[in-house]
Protein backbone atom coordinates (compact mmCIF):
# COMPACT_ATOMS: atom_id res chain seq x y z
CA UNK A 1 0.00 0.00 0.00
CA UNK A 2 2.82 2.41 0.82
CA UNK A 3 4.51 1.79 -2.06
CA UNK A 4 1.35 1.99 -4.37
CA UNK A 5 0.62 5.53 -2.95
CA UNK A 6 4.74 6.41 -3.31
CA UNK A 7 4.43 5.74 -7.09
CA UNK A 8 1.10 7.47 -7.49
CA UNK A 9 1.72 10.78 -5.57
CA UNK A 10 5.84 10.57 -5.96
CA UNK A 11 7.10 8.70 -8.90
CA UNK A 12 10.50 7.12 -8.83
CA UNK A 13 10.55 8.13 -4.98
CA UNK A 14 11.72 5.95 -2.06
CA UNK A 15 9.61 5.23 0.58
CA UNK A 16 8.96 3.56 3.55
CA UNK A 17 6.53 2.96 6.43
CA UNK A 18 7.16 1.79 10.22
CA UNK A 19 4.31 0.60 12.66
CA UNK A 20 4.82 0.02 16.29
CA UNK A 21 2.46 -1.28 19.54
CA UNK A 22 2.50 0.85 22.58
CA UNK A 23 1.01 0.32 25.79
CA UNK A 24 -2.69 0.13 26.48
CA UNK A 25 -3.83 -0.61 22.87
CA UNK A 26 -2.71 2.14 21.45
CA UNK A 27 -0.12 2.50 18.09
CA UNK A 28 2.36 4.88 16.11
CA UNK A 29 3.40 4.84 12.52
CA UNK A 30 6.13 6.46 10.54
CA UNK A 31 5.97 7.51 7.07
CA UNK A 32 9.17 8.24 5.39
CA UNK A 33 9.36 9.28 1.74
CA UNK A 34 12.53 11.20 0.15
CA UNK A 35 12.71 12.16 -4.02
CA UNK A 36 15.75 13.55 -5.24
CA UNK A 37 15.82 15.23 -8.61
CA UNK A 38 18.09 14.69 -11.54
CA UNK A 39 20.58 17.22 -12.81
CA UNK A 40 18.92 19.67 -14.82
CA UNK A 41 19.30 23.33 -15.80
CA UNK A 42 22.23 23.99 -13.10
CA UNK A 43 21.32 21.71 -10.47
CA UNK A 44 23.83 19.30 -9.52
CA UNK A 45 22.14 17.80 -6.48
CA UNK A 46 18.37 17.95 -4.89
CA UNK A 47 16.15 15.97 -2.78
CA UNK A 48 12.84 16.23 -1.02
CA UNK A 49 12.11 14.38 2.13
CA UNK A 50 9.06 13.93 4.58
CA UNK A 51 8.83 12.36 7.94
CA UNK A 52 4.99 11.41 8.47
CA UNK A 53 4.78 10.59 12.42
CA UNK A 54 1.35 9.19 13.37
CA UNK A 55 0.25 8.64 16.63
CA UNK A 56 -3.33 7.25 17.96
CA UNK A 57 -4.27 7.15 21.37
CA UNK A 58 -7.66 5.45 22.59
CA UNK A 59 -9.32 6.52 25.81
CA UNK A 60 -9.82 4.06 28.65
CA UNK A 61 -13.26 3.09 27.28
CA UNK A 62 -11.78 2.95 23.95
CA UNK A 63 -15.00 4.95 23.36
CA UNK A 64 -12.80 7.86 21.55
CA UNK A 65 -9.46 7.99 19.56
CA UNK A 66 -7.03 10.90 19.27
CA UNK A 67 -5.13 11.16 16.53
CA UNK A 68 -1.64 13.04 15.97
CA UNK A 69 0.65 14.00 13.01
CA UNK A 70 3.83 15.62 13.14
CA UNK A 71 5.04 16.29 9.32
CA UNK A 72 8.79 17.25 8.63
CA UNK A 73 9.76 18.35 4.67
CA UNK A 74 13.00 18.78 3.92
CA UNK A 75 14.40 20.58 0.75
CA UNK A 76 17.69 20.46 -0.36
CA UNK A 77 19.56 21.79 -3.32
CA UNK A 78 22.90 22.31 -5.25
CA UNK A 79 23.09 24.52 -7.90
CA UNK A 80 26.24 25.38 -10.01
CA UNK A 81 26.09 28.42 -12.90
CA UNK A 82 28.37 30.45 -14.43
CA UNK A 83 26.65 33.75 -12.16
CA UNK A 84 26.32 32.03 -8.47
CA UNK A 85 29.00 29.64 -8.79
CA UNK A 86 28.91 26.59 -6.81
CA UNK A 87 25.44 27.33 -4.13
CA UNK A 88 23.38 24.99 -2.06
CA UNK A 89 20.92 25.41 0.06
CA UNK A 90 18.38 23.82 2.84
CA UNK A 91 15.24 24.09 4.62
CA UNK A 92 12.74 22.46 6.63
CA UNK A 93 9.21 22.80 7.67
CA UNK A 94 7.29 21.28 10.57
CA UNK A 95 3.22 20.92 10.76
CA UNK A 96 1.57 19.48 14.00
CA UNK A 97 -2.07 18.98 13.86
CA UNK A 98 -4.43 16.84 16.10
CA UNK A 99 -7.71 15.75 16.12
CA UNK A 100 -9.96 13.70 18.80
CA UNK A 101 -12.71 11.69 16.87
CA UNK A 102 -15.94 9.58 19.08
CA UNK A 103 -16.18 5.99 18.11
CA UNK A 104 -19.07 3.74 17.75
CA UNK A 105 -19.76 0.83 19.36
CA UNK A 106 -18.35 -1.32 17.13
CA UNK A 107 -15.50 0.82 16.20
CA UNK A 108 -16.90 1.42 12.68
CA UNK A 109 -14.39 4.13 12.44
CA UNK A 110 -11.23 2.71 12.49
Do not use: P
Given at each position: ????????????????????????????CCFL???????????????????????????????????????????EVGV???????????????????????????????
Amino acid sequence: MVQEYKHLYYGDAIANAYFWDKEDDNFACCFLIKKTVAEEKGVRAGAWSSVNLFDVTFNGEHTEATFKLVTTVIIEVGVTTKKVGDFSIMGNVDKKTSQTIQLSTKNEEM
